[in-house]
């Protein structure tokens, strides 16, 4: 069913959702571990995904699966949210998130150096320029526009940004290949990666009484950066008459997210945030141009973080 003017309003609705998220991210590590941020916004996205599965009368879906299906949803869950998140705010902790924000969004140049690594596709020219144009706009943010002295802001901050993109980039491939419900695989895969959150938490003996500041953080993450924001994308997508009249509003998300920093967490936002984050993005633009299979799923999931 083709409805053109409410896929624009979900994917409207999204856009702005995600571009608050990098600043609820920083926002929520000024009251909590990165830990603990990643134990209640993990418990609270997999509530929510539960209702959205209820709601949609797909629950009795999860008795069909086998238990290869069962180990691939740990495998993927133990990815995302697990890893990928802690590599994530952790990465945030230690950055501005006008810097941790466009570092992540590599991820997209990072699907396709795997893809030619783990599924053997061929390596083009274009994916040697797109990668040259996109590396040297994460220098240029690392560090601050200062690229041939290589002063980088954080360096750990700078690697854990960037080694998430490649977990996601991983968790996606892996992704592509399981056909089941979008909705019942991702509650699954919250459902294992929470579990591996709870073993960290035991691990690192971390504290699970949050303030109300960093919980309402938590929750807000938990909602609209892991959960609902996810339904209403697919449902923008499915709605409208091709994905591409939706999916190229995502490219806006980078650079709203920029505005929503400067004026919710007070950071000044430099002209070299602005010029490599440009840079990443033209990368991007680059490698996807006719790019077959991948074009509409790094499209679809253009942000997160």
Not at 133 to 145: E, L
Not at 185 to 210: A, H, W, Y
């Amino acid at each position: 069913m083709v409805n053109q003017r409410k896929a624009y309003l979900y994917a409207i609705a999204v856009v702005l959702i995600w571009s608050t998220v990098a600043s609820a991210f920083k926002i929520s590590l000024r009251y909590l571990d990165f830990i603990q941020l990643l134990f209640f916004a993990s418990l609270v996205s997999l509530f929510v995904l539960f209702i959205v599965l209820v709601f949609q009368g797909k629950l009795m879906l999860l008795k069909t699966y086998s238990k290869k299906d069962y180990l691939l949803s740990g495998l993927l869950g133990f990815l995302n949210p697990c890893l990928y998140y802690a590599v994530l705010f952790k990465a945030y902790s230690l950055l501005p998130a006008q810097e941790a924000q466009p570092l992540n969004q590599t991820w997209a140049i990072v699907l396709a150096l795997l893809a030619i690594i783990i599924l053997r596709q061929r390596i083009t020219l274009k994916n040697i320029i797109a990668l040259v144009i996109s590396f040297v706009g994460v220098v240029t943010i690392s560090t601050h526009g200062h690229v041939f002295s290589l002063k980088f802001s954080s360096v750990p901050g700078a690697i854990l940004a960037v080694a998430s993109a490649f977990i996601w980039a991983l968790f996606w491939l892996y992704n592509l290949k399981d056909r089941r419900d979008v909705v019942a695989k991702l509650f699954l895969n919250f459902l294992f990666g929470t579990f591996f959150i709870i073993i960290i938490v035991l691990l690192t003996k971390v504290s699970l009484r949050p303030c109300f500041a960093g919980f309402a953080g938590a929750v807000y993450v938990g909602i609209f950066e892991m959960g609902i924001t996810f339904v209403l994308w697919l449902n923008a997508l499915r709605l409208s008459k091709t994905t591409a009249q939706v999916s190229n509003m995502i490219y806006l998300v980078p650079f709203l997210s920029l505005v929503v920093i400067h004026f919710a967490v007070g950071e000044k936002i430099y002209i070299s945030t602005i010029a490599g984050l440009i840079l990443i993005i033209s990368g991007i633009l680059i490698q996807q141009y006719k790019a077959g299979v991948f074009r509409k799923d790094i499209s679809d999931r253009l942000t997160n973080s």
